[in-house]
C-alpha cells in the first residue's frame, strides 16, 4: 500500500518551494509553515519528500519538555543529519535560540540547496514571542542568505496562523499551506471501496492515513470494526486519546465539554446540562478554547435574517465517531468485549451518520458547483429554528452566516435502500416556504437515488465523490 494516497499535490507544492530555492538570488531561502491536525501526516509527508529530493536535510522535532532539552534534542537530530556539517551544532550545544540559529546557518551548505525542517514548534513559541522574534532575526540576518527551504511544522492550527500573523515578528515570512486528512475520494482509492462505502470509511476514520492503513483492502465498515474492535491499541482507539491528551493536557473541563458535544449535545443549554451543570460563564471559556483550537465548529443558521441560535459539533469525523462510540466504550474494549461495543455501533449507525455526513455533503456541493443544474455557492450551511420546527440540511448563499442572496435549498437522506422520494419533497418545500417566499431551486442528495419529479438537482455518493479529484 503506498503511504501517500492522494498527497501528490502536497509533494508538487514542495517540489516547488525547493526548485525556487535552487533557482537562486540574492536571498534564496524560502520558508513554508505547514499546519494540520495531529495524525494527519504532516511529519511523514515532509520526511518522505526530504528523503527523494536528494538534498542535505535536517529533521528537528520539539519535545516542549524545556528549552534545554529542546536545544540537545536539535544537537541530537543534527548530528543524524544528512547536512555537511550537521556536528557543528552537537560539538556547539548552543544555550539559546539565537546561539542555536548562528551554528545552524554555518552548517548549511552554500553551494547547493538543503532542507531544515522544524516539527512542533509551537512547543517552542510562548507569549512573549521570544521565539519567534529569534527566528525572525535569524532569518533576516543569515538563514534566508542561504539556499535552504525551512519548513516549520505544527499541529496548534491557532498557533501557526498566529505565527504568520500581523504584529508578530515572523509576519509575512513564510507560505502557509494547510495539510487536511484524506479527502473521501482519496480514502475510497487507498482502500479500494465503491463510493457510499467511501463516505463510510471517511467517516469512522476521518481521513487520517494511520487508520486508514489498518483498513484491509476491499474490507467493508462492519469487518474492519469487528478487527479493530478487538484490538485496544489499535490507531481506531488509541489516535484520539493521544491527540487529546497532547491538545488539552491542563483542561480537564474543556475534554468534558467536547465529550458533551461530541455525545450528540448542539445547543448551549444541552451542553451545559450534559456537561454535569456547568454555569455560563466556564462553559463559554471551555467553548471559547474548543473552537480557537478548531476542535469543534460553531455554527449560525444560513439565512437572510441574523440569528442567534448557534449550534456546535466537533469538527474532525473520526474525533466525532470516537467521542459518541469509543471513547465511553474504552472499558469493555479492553476487557475483550469489543462485540459489546459493536453492537451498539450497529444500533446507532444510521441515525449518527444520517447527521455526521452532512458537513461532507456540504463542502463536496462547494467544490462541484457551479454546474448544469445550479450556479456558484460561495456558502454551503444549513437553517434550524430555535425550536427546530423548521430545519433544512443544505442551504446555497452568496455568503454566510448573514446572507444578501439565497440560491437554493435542499435536503440530504442518506439511508439504504430508501430514496429520497415525494413525502420528503414535500417535507423539504414546506421548509423552503418558512425560510424564504422565493421559489429557490430544491436539491435531493440521497445516497439511494431519487423516486419523484419535482427535483431542480440531486447528487448521489458518486457525484459527490467527484468533488475531490485525483
Same mark, same amino acid.
Given at each position: ?17 525547493? !526548485? !525556487? ?23 511523514? =509527508? ?7 529530493? *536528494? ?11 524545556? @528549552? ?63 521565539? #519567534? ?12 542568505? &542561504? ?5 516549520? $511544522? ?6 501557526? #496562523? ?6 508578530? +515578528?515572523?509576519?509575512?515570512? *513564510? ?19 465503491? @463510493? ?35 484490538? /485496544? ?43 454535569? *451543570? ?27 435574517? /441574523? ?9 474532525? +469525523? ?18 475483550? !468485549? ?31 458547483? +457551479?454546474?448544469?443544474?445550479?450556479? @456558484? ?14 430545519? $433544512? ?11 444578501? &442572496? ?6 440530504? &437522506?442518506?439511508?439504504?435502500?430508501? /430514496? ?7 417535507? =423539504? ?11 429557490? /431551486? ?11 419529479? *419535482? ?5 448521489? +455518493? ?9
Amino acid at each position: 500500500m503506498s503511504d501517500f494516497v492522494g498527497r501528490t499535490r502536497e509533494l508538487r507544492i514542495l517540489d516547488s518551494e525547493l !526548485r !525556487r530555492v535552487a533557482a537562486g538570488g540574492e536571498r534564496p531561502g524560502r520558508c513554508l509553515l505547514l499546519r494540520g491536525r495531529r495524525r494527519v501526516g504532516k511529519s511523514r =509527508l515532509v520526511e518522505r519528500f526530504a528523503e527523494r529530493s *536528494g538534498a542535505p536535510f535536517l529533521f528537528y522535532a520539539a519535545t516542549g519538555a524545556s @528549552p534545554r532539552a529542546d536545544l540537545e534534542r536539535l544537537a541530537q537530530d543534527a548530528r543524524s543529519s544528512s547536512l555537511p556539517e550537521g556536528n557543528l551544532l552537537a560539538a556547539a550545544r548552543p544555550e539559546n535560540w539565537d546561539a542555536a540559529f548562528d551554528v545552524l546557518a554555518a552548517a548549511l551548505p552554500h553551494d547547493r540547496t538543503s532542507v531544515v525542517v522544524m516539527d512542533e514548534v509551537p512547543y517552542l513559541m510562548d507569549e512573549a514571542g521570544a521565539f #519567534e522574534g529569534m527566528l525572525q532575526r535569524a532569518w533576516d540576518r543569515v538563514l534566508q542568505t &542561504k539556499p535552504v527551504l525551512l519548513v516549520l $511544522i505544527g499541529s496548534d492550527l491557532s498557533m501557526m #496562523e498566529a505565527l504568520n500573523s500581523y504584529g508578530r +515578528p515572523f509576519h509575512q515570512r *513564510g507560505r502557509e499551506m494547510v495539510l487536511g486528512p484524506l479527502s473521501p475520494a482519496e480514502v475510497g482509492g487507498m482502500l479500494g471501496l465503491e @463510493p457510499a462505502a467511501a463516505f463510510d470509511a471517511a467517516l469512522v476514520t476521518g481521513g487520517l492515513p494511520l487508520i486508514c492503513a489498518e483498513w484491509p483492502h476491499g474490507a467493508g465498515l462492519w469487518d474492519f470494526l469487528s478487527d479493530a474492535l478487538n484490538d /485496544p491499541v489499535t490507531a481506531l482507539l488509541v489516535s484520539a486519546e493521544r491527540s487529546l491528551a497532547a491538545e488539552f493536557p491542563q483542561q480537564a473541563q474543556a475534554r468534558t465539554v467536547l465529550s458533551a458535544i461530541g455525545s450528540g449535545e448542539r445547543t448551549f443549554a444541552n451542553i451545559a446540562r450534559a456537561a454535569g *451543570g456547568i454555569g455560563a460563564t466556564p462553559l463559554q471559556r471551555s467553548l471559547r478554547i474548543l473552537t480557537g483550537k478548531r476542535v469543534v465548529s460553531a455554527e449560525l443558521p444560513l439565512s437572510t435574517r /441574523p440569528s442567534k441560535n448557534r449550534r456546535y459539533r466537533v469538527a474532525d +469525523p473520526y474525533l466525532r465517531f470516537w467521542l459518541r462510540f469509543l471513547g465511553p466504550a474504552m472499558g469493555e474494549v479492553e476487557r475483550g !468485549r469489543g462485540d459489546l461495543t459493536l453492537n451498539r455501533v450497529r444500533e446507532n449507525w444510521t441515525s449518527w451518520r444520517g447527521r455526521a455526513v452532512e458537513p461532507l455533503v456540504r463542502e463536496a456541493l462547494g467544490r462541484l458547483l +457551479p454546474d448544469t443544474a445550479l450556479p @456558484p455557492a460561495p456558502a454551503v450551511g444549513g437553517y434550524w429554528t430555535r425550536t427546530n420546527d423548521v430545519e $433544512i440540511d443544505l442551504v446555497g448563499a452568496d455568503r454566510a452566516p448573514l446572507a444578501e &442572496k439565497l440560491l437554493f435549498v435542499g435536503s440530504v &437522506k442518506w439511508l439504504e435502500n430508501s /430514496p429520497f422520494d415525494r413525502h420528503d419533497l414535500a417535507a =423539504l418545500q414546506r421548509h423552503r416556504a418558512a425560510l424564504t417566499p422565493d421559489p429557490l /431551486p430544491l436539491v435531493a442528495v440521497s445516497r439511494s437515488g431519487t423516486d419523484c419529479t *419535482g427535483l431542480d438537482a440531486s447528487y448521489g +455518493p458518486a457525484e459527490l465523490l467527484a468533488a475531490w479529484p485525483a
